[in-house]
């Protein structure tokens, strides 16, 4: 007994050895992004490449017809996210990236109406007030040198989770030691050792939930997390407070399936019942999405419009012309009126998706298209998105910032499946259009107030960071502001 159990250890001692000297030996070279790029630019010629993910095949797509037909009309043999975990690995765990096949489809179909223009509507003041705090918290870095943009955008972005999920007002830009802060700084803090557990966890596959792994968040904020909800929850039953924000809408999903299962209507076993577990674990995914990915994406926004004053001034004049038509405020209808303002995120979001490739588990055998190659269930599939979206075959002078490229104009050249920063198909990010809208609202609230500019620590061009999964900068988005001579409302 004893012997086994020494065997097992030393199994486990010589893969975290392993992997701990594979990984640094990516962290000393170059980030996944790069990776991608040398793998993709070393078969120009060909549509797919085939590597492997520990033992398992792993389907390197360049092609962007194929991407389309694997997301969009092939999407029942890959329907899983190839990076998820066991549904039951953790408290917060049973949320729409982990779930599969029937459970994926159902938890979809109750979450989606939280996403209407309807619903985005209605959290639009809270956006705003979210955004005028910021601008106010800005005055305090007006004469500074400079700023690390990610760290205090990350705070506006979560503050505004904070307020559209669950109705709290945090105030994260005051006190950057809040609890929420600290949570989501632990989501994404990235080492090698929890870049092994990860990849651990995906070669466990159901395996995982019983081991307890190192590296990741720590128990103490998964409790402050799950207390924040039980406890709003509570409040707003106790006194009758009804917020149109995610976590009321959630909750009534969840109190509609159980008045069903007291019905009668729905089957208590039932594996896809909308339980307080799901409400949860749908809370933390909608934190950890609308916060870091938002935060990035404005801060590069940000670096960018700072070294292309033209676009900066292009853009500015329009969100004044458009404003100035809604008597100077800045409605939900003002801010869809602003189309170059769109065309600025979106190119933003091509030279820095926030997610470097989408990843795709087999969930059914697969016959790649136009061959004899057929791909078992529990393979991989990889879009590299960095790759594709700077390849100059399909986006001329990819490098160069050009918003253009998204206008009327020129927007149908775009070669579907080349662009891909939320996704694609029915995987694509739920909340693709809180997140865009977030974005808008930033960006009009600061470039009212202020030119955005270089400083001496400005990096250009910005090198990823090589210890994350994300695509973000590795010394982070240091700028610098200048109040506008002329403010407009």
Sequence with gaps: MFLEIGLLLASFALLYVYLFTYYSFWDRTCDISSIHQEVYDAYPNERFVGLFTFNKPNLFVRDPAM?????????????????????????????????????????????????????????????????????????????????????????????????????????????????????????????????????????????????????????????????????????????GVVRQDFLHLMNEVLEKEREMVRSGQMDPN???????????????????????????????????????????????????????????????????????????????????PPVPALTRKVTKDYRVPHTDVVLPVGSFMTMPIVALQLDPSLFPDPLTFNPDRFSEEKEHTIVKGSYLPFGSGPRICIGARFAKLEIQVALVKILLKYNIVKCDKTEVPLTRCKASFMNVPDKGIWLRIEPRTTVAA
């Design 270 to 352: 039932d594996p896809h019942v909308f339980d307080h577990a799901t409400l949860v674990s749908n809370s933390f995914v909608f934190f950890v999405a609308g916060f870091e990915t938002t935060s990035t994406t404005i801060s590069y926004a940000m670096h960018e419009l700072a070294l292309n004053h033209r676009i900066q001034e292009k853009l500015y004049t329009e969100i004044v012309t458009v404003s100035a038509k809604h008597n100077g405020q800045l409605t939900f209808e003002a801010i869809q009126e602003m189309k170059y303002l769109d065309h600025v995120i979106s190119e933003t979001l091509r030279l820095y």
């Design 67 to 239: 991407i389309e037909q694997i997301t969009i009309r092939d999407f029942a043999f890959a329907s899983d996210l190839g990076d998820s975990n066991d549904p039951r690995a953790t408290p917060i765990s049973m949320h729409l990236i982990n779930a599969s096949n029937d459970h994926w489809r159902s938890l979809r179909t109750k979450l989606t109406p939280t996403f209407t223009s309807g619903k985005l509507k209605g959290m639009h003041g809270q956006l705003l007030e979210c955004a005028d705090s910021l601008v106010e918290h800005m005055k305090t870095i007006e004469s500074a040198e400079s700023f690390e943009t990610r760290e205090l955008i990350a705070c506006f972005t979560t503050d505004v989770i904070a307020s559209c999920a669950f109705g709290l007002n945090t105030d994260t830009l005051k006190d950057r030691n809040s609890l929420f802060r600290a949570f989501g700084r632990a989501t994404f803090s990235i080492t090698p050792t929890r870049k092994i557990f990860r990849a651990v966890r995906r070669l466990l596959g159901p395996m995982a939930r019983f081991i307890s792994l190192p590296g990741g968040i720590k128990p103490e904020l998964i409790e402050f997390f799950i207390n924040t909800v039980n406890e709003t929850l509570e409040y707003r039953k106790k006194n």
